[in-house]
């Protein structure tokens, strides 16, 4: 849309997430949607490197195989092989997708900041696989190879279609409601279940002092993410607020639906790529873990429970539960302007 010359300002009441009146997204004021500036506040105080992490006692404990085992080594190259393509397809999503449908410049503000994340995730596996020596082609194809990711992948990629067709617009009730569904498949599933059985045998790896290094990226990675499904969550809980109208019964049903399909597929993972369980985590603990994640996701955009069940890894509570995640960023937050190191 062209600019209009006018003396005339605009009105903080015109800001939309999507459909914002002419859509003006140059100028960063007037802000309305302030939970995007302290995203990207936060993201900028928690900046971080992979090569800043050494790798030493995690190539010698790789090298060794009374350190680590045969099973533990599948599991961690398979963990690995899921993120690897989570994150890349993340960053298409934002930029190639969301980003230009977003009409709040501070939204905007936050998603190139996200989109740097997410190739700074890439880059840590990519330094993981070159430190260790891995296999990269195999590594970075798995999930092409394995079933268990490739059903996780293709399940989110289904949902690029709508979006990702250079003719789709926000600006009909179809639309936007096509639109919210994108947000809730990438932030709320992707990186908000889909993530965290491979969380969860990573703090694994870190509670039995095993390759520490891979494991403090992941930690890394683990916060910038719970800031992006907490950005997430703040998109659809505001586009609820000003575009009501979408967020109709049958709406919610299908978010509903969408996240209990997720929920199959994630402990599926799980039970596929670690068949007799590991550190402690065994199939039935899969399952429950990730409908408790499940249930906080649904909690989290004002959705009822569908499982109500105890967290069966209360260790986990400890690096990657939401409701830590909240008390984390405000406690621990100003800890990392300095150097943006890991301390908990
Ligand atoms: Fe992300």
Known sequence: MPIQKTDQRIN?????????KDADVIQLYPMKHTFAWDAYNAGNANHW????????????????PNVITEEERR???????????????????????MYKHITSPECRMYLLRQAYEEAIHTHAYQYIVESLGLDEGKIFNMYREVGAIYDKASFILTFNEGIFNPDFSTGTFENDQKFLENIVVFSLIMEGIFFYSAFAVMFGFQ???????????????????????NFGINLINT?????????????????????KEATVLEYTFAQTVFPKGIFGMN????????????DRRLNSIGLASQYNVQNP????????????????????????????????
């Not at 586009?239 to 996240?259: A, G, M, N, S, Y």
Request: glycine residues 6%; aromatic residues 12%.
């Open 12 to 20: 903080i009441n015109d800001r939309r997430i999507i459909n914002g």
């Open 49 to 64: 490197l992979p090569t800043e992490i050494g790798m030493q006692l995690d190539i010698e404990q790789w090298k060794n």
């Open 75 to 97: 599991a961690f190259e398979t963990v690995l092989g899921f993120f690897t393509t989570a994150d890349s397809i993340a960053a298409n999503n934002i930029v190639i997708a």
């Open 207 to 229: 509670r039995q002092k095993k390759m520490v290094g891979s494991a403090e990226q992941i930690q890394y990675i683990m916060r910038d993410e719970s800031q992006h499904l």
């Open 239 to 259: 586009i609820k607020v000003e575009q009501p109208e979408l967020w109709t019964p049958e709406f919610q049903q299908r978010v509903v639906d969408l996240v």
């Open 283 to 294: 199939a039935d603990g899969f399952k429950q873990y990730i409908e408790h994640i499940a």
């Open 313 to 344: 890894f209360p260790w986990m509570s400890e690096a990657v539960d939401l409701s830590k995640e909240k008390n984390f960023f405000e406690t621990r937050v100003t800890e990392y302007q300095t150097g943006g190191t890991l301390d908990w």
